[in-house]
């Protein structure tokens, strides 16, 4: 199967108008007769859900959570980018496209990102109309701040819970979609497979948490937003039950999983504490706009912190190494996070780390001295809180300790510029495709890509779709075979897994798999490294099989069986991801390879090679992976090497 | 950290609930409490047991899925924050700790710690929301909101839908939580053509779902993770009488 991304011919800036204007459409009495199935209510969910639903679709809304609203973008802190240039600094949607282009290190496709750019300023008129609250200046207009990777401040911001305030928007729409009856909402409901019937995506089988009933679904189209991957490393900022099954039950049913290997390690999150950590929480990049990032210009000071004889207070500022300010002047705190991230691993590596050895500084010492207390409090009062009831210090006093956490993934299901899968009638959004980041994103892009696809993209593009559909009826589920197959195939695996009986418990199983993860294929990663946690993940997941404990029933809510589901992917899922970094011979993005590397530790990329998207196709058990490549042609800037020093 | 443990078990909606006890070792005292919790469930599937069912899922204090009366108190003894937030240095050694899910008809039971808060949804469908479709919207700064404003409708718009309003108030009001939503939108002149209809409609539908009225007793302010202030309450109260004012 040859890769067809069905970019729009012409000028990069008319490409999505050229594709709406000549798209098919679906007229409006027609719509009610097609039933779309959206999996996910985060940013990307909820804002299609509920588009979908005014536009006239019937629309089925699943969520494993107790409500729409708990979605994990509602963690998402600092901001949400556009291209409103209200700064007057010299903004436009070129230079968000670009920037994205940049950040991603040249592993994105143009097209789709131009449009994410192109649609970024409506995103911001939306959620004004729905009364979300974003920060003002004293005239009453829309503020802005800066974040990573670009020099223009285009970030709009609610406190430090933008994703929440951007949720509770699309979840307002989504709640008026359900009182029209246009959106059923089926919560604590998981998706346990995906129906295709001739090749072409036809529904879902469901799981009731509450009952354990299993259910099959009908729908024209099918949309998984259902996020990205992070949990595979067992400790990540994600929300405990975020989930990569959706996407890998899409894998096995024949969509492609494109560049699983780009993750994104996120530069400022609190350090690890010990064995029972069950999460790790991130600290806005926001806090980079004022904090400083430093550690110990001498490795005796780092060695007496660490014992704690020296308080980083008293360091005077010249034996201080602010790192980043160093080897990145024009970009100073605000490099990317994937080149924040390796810094800091750096110098913890050589010695200088702080708190256990794995932490650096995040100091605001010289913002309040400029600015006083009240504007640092006004700008991060939340995050400060929470700081300091997770680690018991005052960060106004003392420096936050930081380290580098798993946070997102750039990589997902592939998708073309319709943002459909390989699978006809099978869609992607939000993190669960992999369209727009590229090998990095840049802060506060996420929410941005979330909404655009769910509110401005998909609703236009599933059109062209379903104009194709109007002769397929609606389908009882019950009376067609493929979906009573599909509903005894999910049966029978969850009492495979529920007459194991063994030893071990399921989080035991995750964390082991987690570590090999960190280790093996994490912030560094080689050959050797790579081999060696291929072989132990296999380990893993061979004992997974023989010797996991569920105790209870499948009947009824059973939280251990939840967690056995989801972790039976992720260790298929993490093979996937050391194979993919494995083939990757070149640093690029938030995937380094040792062997890649510049004289001076920066990532070595290797355009010639590796200028593509690698999407990678089941083939059925036991049978290798086959790689498929979607080269990236870029036709409308110059790929060069990232410089962020000058 | 050992401590003792006190904890609602009840195997589903109908079944009869009951207090079981249970030790728990060597606890850090930077674990989180869920982290705790997750530590006894541990143990108790080693030990072939059912483990213990409680809601959580960012564990980071903003999605409100994790709920849990602790010792009495609703997101225990800690100030401004939610249970997954709450770390074991607030307890001492040898403690006895009493866990119990939150308690309000509007809420019922599902499984051990665990609730229905499905209502909270049903009152924001009835209209917590401003009816504005995709795409329709003007300029976001053609909108200008004064930032006192703003600042306030954020203070409210802060709410995590997580109910320790309704489960510590000895009334189950949902007053707290229906206010903030629309004081929030009351503030914004986005929100003003529907202020008067949304107030109406979702105190309806929260009198319907079978929670109490509010007799301002405060103990939902001094319980909110969020600190929402109960003058929200005054502003629905105001936008309520309008409504019953205009026909």
């Known amino acids: 199967m040859k890769l067809n991304a069905k970019i729009p011919s012409g000028p990069l800036a008319e490409k999505w108008s050229t594709y709406k204007s000549t798209q098919h459409l679906v007229n409006p009495a027609n719509k009610r007769k097609f039933d779309i199935i959206v999996v996910g209510t985060g940013l990307a969910g909820a804002s299609a859900a509920a588009s979908l639903g005014e536009l006239g679709f019937k629309v089925k809304n699943f969520c494993y959570q107790d409500s729409p609203r708990r979605a994990h973008s509602i963690a998402a802190q600092g901001g949400i980018n556009a291209a409103k240039n209200y700064q007057n600094d010299g903004d436009s949607v070129y230079r968000l496209f670009y920037d994205t282009i940049k950040g991603g290190d040249y592993r994105s496709r143009e097209a789709n990102v131009y449009r994410l750019a192109e649609v970024s300023n409506r995103i911001i008129d939306q959620c004004v109309g729905q009364g979300v609250p974003f920060a003002r200046d004293y005239g009453g207009y829309l503020d802005n701040r800066s974040f990573g990777g670009a020099l223009v401040s285009r970030t709009f911001y609610a406190r430090g819970q933008t994703g929440q305030q951007l949720l509770l928007g699309a979840y307002g729409a989504l709640n008026r979609q359900i009182a029209a009856g246009n959106v059923k909402m089926y919560t604590r409901t998981e998706m346990m497979d995906i129906v295709v019937i001739d090749g072409v995506a036809r529904g879902i089988i ?81 806090l980079r706009n004022d904090g400083r990032i430093w550690v110990p210009k001498e490795k005796e ?241 061979e004992t997974f099989w023989q010797d996991v404990r569920i105790p209870g029933t499948a009947a009824g809510m059973n939280i251990e069986l939840e967690k056995a589901n989801r972790v039976a992917d992720f260790l298929e899922l993490g093979e996937l991801l050391a194979q993919d970094a494995l083939h990757r011979e070149e640093s690029c993005g938030g995937h380094f390879r040792e062997e890649h590397q510049m004289d001076d530790g920066e990532a070595r990329r290797n355009d010639e090679k590796f200028k593509y998207v690698g999407a990678w196709e089941y083939k059925g058990p036991g049978k290798a992976d086959e790689l498929h490549k979607e080269h990236l042609d870029y036709e409308f800037i110059e790929v060069k090497t990232r410089n962020y020093k000058e | 950290m050992d401590l003792t443990l006190k904890i609602w078990r009840q195997a589903d909606r109908k079944a009869k609930g009951r207090f079981e006890i249970y030790s728990i070792k060597n606890i850090s005292p930077d674990s989180s409490f869920l982290e705790m919790l997750d530590v006894l469930n541990e143990q108790l599937v080693r030990d072939n047991a059912e483990p213990v069912a409680f809601d959580h899922d960012c564990r980071e204090g903003i999605c409100g899925m994790c709920s849990l009366f602790i010792n009495g108190r609703a997101h225990g003894p800690d100030e401004s924050i939610t249970t997954c937030q709450l770390h074991m240095r607030k307890f001492r050694d040898g403690d006895t700790i009493v866990i119990e899910p939150w308690r309000a008809c509007g809420f019922p039971v599902i499984k051990d710690l665990i609730v229905d808060r499905n209502a909270f949804d049903k009152i924001l469908q009835a209209g917590g929301f401003i009816s504005v479709n995709t795409n329709s919207v003007q300029d976001g700064n053609a909108i200008i909101i004064p930032k006192e404003k703003s600042d306030e409708a954020m203070d409210a718009a802060a709410c995590i839908g997580c109910g320790a309003c309704v489960a510590t108030c000895k009334n189950s009001s949902a007053m707290l939580f229906v206010a903030s939503k629309v004081s929030q939108l009351a503030l914004l002149p986005q929100g003003k053509p529907e202020a008067v209809r949304r107030a109406k409609a979702m105190v309806a539908k929260m009198d319907e779902l079978g929670f109490g009225g509010c007799t301002n007793t405060g103990a939902c302010e001094v319980e909110c993770p969020k600190n929402i202030s109960l003058a929200h309450i005054a502003r629905l109260n105001r936008e309520f009488l309008l409504a019953n004012l205009k026909p």
């Open chain 1, 206 to 286: 469901s799981r009731n948490l509450e009952t354990g009933a299993l259910e099959a679904h009908f729908g024209h189209a099918v949309v998984l937003a259902t996020g990205g991957y992070g949990n595979v490393y067992f400790l990540s900022t994600n929300a405990m039950g975020s989930n990569a099954s959706a996407a890998w039950k899409a894998y096995k049913r024949g969509a492609f999983f494109a560049n699983p290997a780009f993750v994104q390690i996120h530069p400022t999150c609190i350090p690890v504490h010990g064995a029972s950590q069950s999460k790790l929480t991130l600290m806005s990049e926001s």
């Open chain 1, 301 to 541: 000071d780092a060695e007496k912190i660490r014992a704690g004889k020296l308080k980083p207070t008293d360091l005077p500022d010249e034996k201080r190494d602010y790192y980043l300010e160093r080897r990145y002047p024009a970009f100073g705190n605000l490099v990317p996070r994937d080149v924040a991230s390796r810094a800091a691993k750096e110098r913890c590596d050589a010695g200088f780390g702080v708190g256990s050895g794995q932490a650096v500084y995040l100091d605001f010492k010289d913002s309040i001295n400029r600015l006083g207390q009240k504007v640092i409090e006004e700008r991060y009062g939340n995050l400060f809180q929470m700081y300091e009831k997770i680690v018991d210090e005052n960060p106004y006093k003392t420096p936050m300790m930081i380290y580098p956490a798993i946070h997102y993934a750039m990589g997902g299901l592939w998708v073309d510029y319709e943002l459909q899968t390989t699978v006809p009638g099978l869609f992607a959004i939000g993190e669960a495709n992999f369209s727009d980041h590229g090998a990095n994103r840049l802060g506060a892009s996420a929410l941005m890509q979330g909404l655009a696809d769910g509110y401005f993209v998909l609703p236009y593009t599933i059109q062209n779709y379903l104009a194709g559909q109007l002769n397929v009826p609606r389908m009882d589920p019950a009376a067609k075979p493929e979906f009573k197959n599909a509903l005894d195939a999910v049966r029978s695996d969850i009492d495979k897994l529920m007459n194991i009986k063994g030893k071990r418990t399921v989080d035991s199983l995750h964390k082991d798999l987690g570590l090999i993860m960190w280790d093996h294929v994490g912030m560094g990663r080689n050959k050797v490294g790579l081999e060696a946690g291929i072989k132990k993940i296999r380990e893993v997941r």
